[in-house]
C-alpha cells in the first residue's frame, strides 16, 4: 500500500516543532483518533523507546506498541507499529523556512494489517486518516503557533 502523505507549514522553529511532535504524549492533542499514549520508559523518547498509543477505530478502542526507530532532531523521525492489529508506520521531516523561523513538516503514514487488521486497514482506517490528516496537521499549527515555546 501507499503511504498517506501531507505538508503543512508552522510558524515556529524546527526545534520547537521537532520537541512536539515527537513527544508521543502530545498526541491526544493534535490527532482527533488518539486516545492515549503513554510512553513505555523515560522521556525524551529515543531509538528503541516503546509507546502504547490507543486510538479508537470505528467503535473500537485499539491499542498498538510502537518502537522509534529513527531520531534526526530537528530534521526526521521514524515510529514503526510493533504489536497489534493495526500497525502505522509513521515518518516525518521538518524543514526550515525563513532561515530557521518557520517550518515545513511533512507527515506520511502507512499501516499494515494483522489479524482482524488487514480487513480494518483499507476498509476503515486508511479512509479514516484520510480524513482526519488534514485536521491534524491544522490543530498541530495551530498549537504550535499559539502556545509559548
Known amino acids: 500500500m501507499s503511504a498517506i502523505r501531507k505538508t503543512i507549514d508552522i510558524d515556529r522553529p524546527p526545534e520547537d516543532v ?3 511532535v515527537t513527544d508521543p504524549t502530545h498526541l491526544p492533542e493534535w490527532q482527533d483518533s488518539a486516545l492515549s499514549a503513554v510512553p513505555m520508559g523515560d522521556l525524551p523518547v529515543h531509538i528503541g523507546s516503546r509507546v502504547i498509543v490507543t486510538r479508537r477505530i470505528g ?3 485499539i491499542p498498538t506498541k510502537m518502537e522509534v526507530t529513527e531520531l534526526d532532531p530537528p530534521r526526521s523521525w521514524h515510529f514503526h507499529g510493533v504489536e497489534g492489529p493495526v ?3 509513521v515518518r516525518g ?3 526550515p523556512l525563513d532561515g ?5 513538516v511533512t507527515l506520511a503514514v502507512d499501516f499494515e ?8 486497514v483499507p476498509l ?3 479512509p479514516m486518516v484520510r480524513k482526519e490528516m488534514p485536521r491534524g496537521e491544522e490543530k ?3 498549537l504550535l503557533e499559539h502556545t509559548a515555546a
Open 140 to 142: 498541530l499549527k495551530h
Open 124 to 126: 476503515v482506517v486508511k
Open 87 to 89: 500497525r502505522p508506520d
Open 18 to 20: 521537532y520537541a512536539y
Open 59 to 61: 467503535r473500537r478502542r
Open 113 to 120: 494489517g494483522h489479524g482482524m487488521g488487514r480487513a480494518l
Open 93 to 95: 521531516t521538518i524543514e
Open 100 to 104: 530557521g523561523t518557520r517550518s515545513r
